[in-house]
DNA sequence: GGAATATGTCAACATTGCTGACCTAAATGG
DNA sequence: CCATTTAGGTCAGCAATGTTGACATATTCC
């Protein structure tokens, strides 16, 4: 393998310029390959519902919100309007998604899972929670804690607090 | 957070159907919130140059590997072969890539990323190693090691062996 | 009552996947 | 040497999901 010194601890803030750090291939592809896996077994089982990931990530984050208004997806999922609503009013039509005006503010719509787009989401979530209970399994013990560190700090900083608020926001108990 | 005693260590091999996880909510949105940003980064720098993440992909894994025929690329990537010459095609306009006649067998075509090419590759290369690097770092010792067997222990089993040999025969040295 | 807000919708377009069909050039095997 | 296989290119059309821009509607707020 011989790594080039270079990849000691901590590059010593040196001239901003001359800090060339050696290419993190392996990690770059793992992850690109480790993200297809994830989500492709996810599409496998969308695809029998006529669902595509978009429609998933709106079921998910419904599900794990229940009450979301359209504007707060849309800033979770960063995607326009129209977007959003081809996806949203299939899951709507097919009914793994309700969506009632909201309490005291009519204007906005909140949404909500339906029973069936509980069972889905969960479904779904089960199959991911399944491949990362067997690979931190595999890694051994503190996987978990130095995992979920990882994927905190490869979050833009600035989006950090945000997703992080929105993460511990999810629902506590699903089934 | 109150985290039910249902997630220790291993789940014991009780009977097949009882075993059901907590769900990983944590995990499963991390993961999606750092791949978004992940390729999110890389996406702003090809827009300049009017590519897409597909072009990105394939240059990336041509420069990687020099001399990469269009039907191993075709296996790392697992697109049609019409989708990859949209933009391979694309990719040899813009003087990104050259593509050579086979010494040995005339058919095949030998993929090389040209000095551009190779400095866009590097270029991307760069930022996403800053991102790992950066998290790594803050993660603390130890950080890349467990990233790097968490990342393989993702991919689908039975791909991970040809992954790893993909990434493996890596050209070592890169600039 | 006018302005701001939350949402819906129509039309058009780009990227990147897909299938199916068909074409050429080169190698290979009998 | 000719038929077949292999490697690749290309055309046409379609699907999913993202984008802009423009405009409509209902509701709330000042």
């Known amino acids: 393998m011989a790594e080039p010194m270079r990849t000691r601890g901590r590059p010593a803030a040196s001239p901003v310029a001359a800090r060339e750090e050696t290419p993190l ?8 390959f480790a993200y297809r896996d994830f989500v492709g077994e996810a599409d496998r089982l969308l695809e029998s519902y ?13 599900n794990r919100h229940p009450g979301l208004t359209i504007a707060a997806l849309l800033d979770i999922l ?8 081809r996806v949203l009013k299939e899951l709507v039509a097919k009914n793994f998604i309700e969506a009632r005006a909201g309490a005291t503010d009519r204007r906005h719509r909140q949404l ?14 089960r199959l991911q929670t399944r491949r990362f209970a067997t690979a ?3 890694v051994g013990p503190g ?3 130095t995992a979920t560190r990882f994927l905190q700090a490869m979050i833009d900083a600035p989006e950090r607090e945000r997703v992080m ?9 699903t089934k």
């Open 143 to 145: 996987a978990r804690e």
């Open 50 to 62: 006529g669902f595509g990931r978009a429609h998933h990530r709106v079921l998910h984050f419904v």
């Open 78 to 85: 960063r995607i326009t309007k129209q977007s959003l609503n």
């Open 165 to 173: 608020s929105l993460i511990a926001s999810g629902r506590e108990r």
């Open 112 to 125: 909500y899972a339906t029973e069936t787009g509980e069972r889905l989401a969960h479904d779904i979530a």
């Open 136 to 138: 931190l399994e595999e």
């Open 25 to 32: 291939y392996e990690l770059i592809e793992l992850l690109f």
